[in-house]
């Protein structure tokens, strides 16, 4: 579609990544969560078994998400690597497992995951927390101590500090040191990984922080994202319930209001009757197949995979606009050169940025925001996100700007504007 400027048309707002949504006339009102895995989830509780239909998946996926997951003595937990968890927090097994298939692979000199890559490997270990902290370190054998309290100075502080550690040697005499943290703000119970489709499955959690209110947004396969009613008592007990309406991969997000704004907690998958795909195989996204002319730039790619996404659900076509492009690829390339993936990269988010740029007025604005290999997975990324989702198939915008921006490694850092103009 070809550019277009957007000029005098309605009051602003901002809808930043999903995250939050402020209009002019209450701009402190906030709605939304960011699905940031960066930055992108209290139970001793028995595990659930669920029937299930579906095939055996070809990944040890968790039976069940909950938290926290203590180390067992079956797991016959390494004593040093132990001793190294006291330094970041609380030892959990399900971070360990996924530190430990972190620095399998480090030693083997294949280099770390992104972030997707990682929450996708906590999701299959049944790990529900966002926005995971990982840390390498590697040197020979045996690493020093005081190298490795060094690398936990700038841990978590707000809600419980869960940590899991491993070491795997080298080929060479060396040493890989991977630790995978999170900050527990608040802790789910025992919920299937597989289920039937048509089942209704319960969301029991509390909360560690202090939130006015707290949401329950439900993902499927296809479609926007729906919120199911959620109960959050004084003692910050939480608890929802909600249907699998369709077979498929859910996502599963509680989004807790907190005294800085809404914010996710809590990210479960389920599966029903479909098995759990492995970290990294995950189903593409609709549109992800678009094909571009030879030669296109990729945020063209970009804009025809949201376009071929929107058409499968029958919503208008966006039209491509001059300046929202500008603000998406000073984004884009404001986020790749600070190495962050942030509504706000040291300028402003997109709120102060739309007003800055003086010639635009929309009744509200978005903005999706993603780091990946591809502009293709980045597409999957911010579609598989409840919030990000919502921007991509909100039927109300009507133009939309596109920026990408590539890393010295090949990967891209994206940026989508999204303006609703009437």
Request: charged share 20%; proline share 8%.
């Amino acid at each position: 579609m070809r550019a277009a400027s957007l000029f005098a048309l309605l009051s602003v707002a901002a809808s930043c990544g999903g995250e939050r949504t402020s209009r002019v006339a209450s701009p402190g009102s906030l709605a939304g969560a960011s699905s940031d895995a960066s930055d992108r989830s209290s139970s001793d509780e028995p595990a659930i078994t669920t029937t299930t239909t579906a095939a055996a998946p070809t990944y040890p996926w968790a039976e069940v998400t909950r938290s926290p997951t203590p180390l067992g003595r079956a797991s016959s937990p390494d004593p040093r690597e132990v001793a190294l968890s006291e330094l970041c927090g609380t030892a959990d097994a399900a971070l360990a497992r996924v530190a430990s298939e972190i620095a399998t692979t480090r030693a083997r000199g294949l280099g770390a995951p992104d972030a997707d890559a990682v929450v996708a490997r906590l999701r299959a270990a049944g790990e529900p927390h966002v926005r995971p902290r990982l840390v390498t370190a590697s040197g020979r054998a045996p690493l020093e101590d005081s190298t490795v309290r060094a690398l936990f100075a700038a841990s978590p502080t707000r809600g419980a500090a869960r940590c899991g550690i491993a070491l795997a040697p080298t080929p060479h005499g060396g040493e890989v040191l991977v630790a995978v943290m999170v900050e527990a703000l608040a802790d789910l119970g025992p919920l299937p990984t597989r289920a039937r489709t048509g089942e209704w499955l319960s969301f029991d959690a509390r909360l560690h922080v202090r939130a006015s209110s707290a949401k329950l947004v439900v993902l499927g396969p296809h479609g926007l994202p729906r919120t199911v009613p959620t109960n959050l008592d004084a003692s910050g007990a939480t608890r929802a319930r909600f249907a699998l309406d369709q077979p498929g991969a859910f996502t599963v997000q509680l989004v807790a209001d907190l005294p800085e704004g809404p914010r996710p907690v809590l990210e479960a998958r389920v599966f029903a009757d479909v098995p759990p795909t492995p970290p990294g195989d995950e189903v593409p996204a609709p549109g992800e197949d678009a094909a571009a002319p030879r030669g296109a730039e990729p945020a063209d790619h970009l804009e025809r995979m949201v376009a071929a996404l929107r058409a499968t659900e029958r919503l208008p076509q966006l039209l491509r606009d001059a300046k929202l492009d500008a603000l998406a690829r000073a984004h884009a390339e404001r986020m790749r050169d600070t190495r962050t993936v942030a509504h706000d990269a040291g300028e402003g988010d997109l709120q102060i940025r739309f007003a800055a740029e003086g010639s635009m007025a929309a009744r509200e604005i978005g903005e999706n925001v993603a780091h990946a290999p591809t502009v293709a997975r980045a597409h999957r990324v911010l579609h598989a996100s409840p919030s990000h989702r919502m921007n991509l198939l909100r039927a109300d915008y009507t133009h939309a700007g596109f920026g990408v921006a590539t890393a010295e490694d090949g990967s891209v850092y994206v940026c989508e504007a999204f303006a609703a103009t009437r």
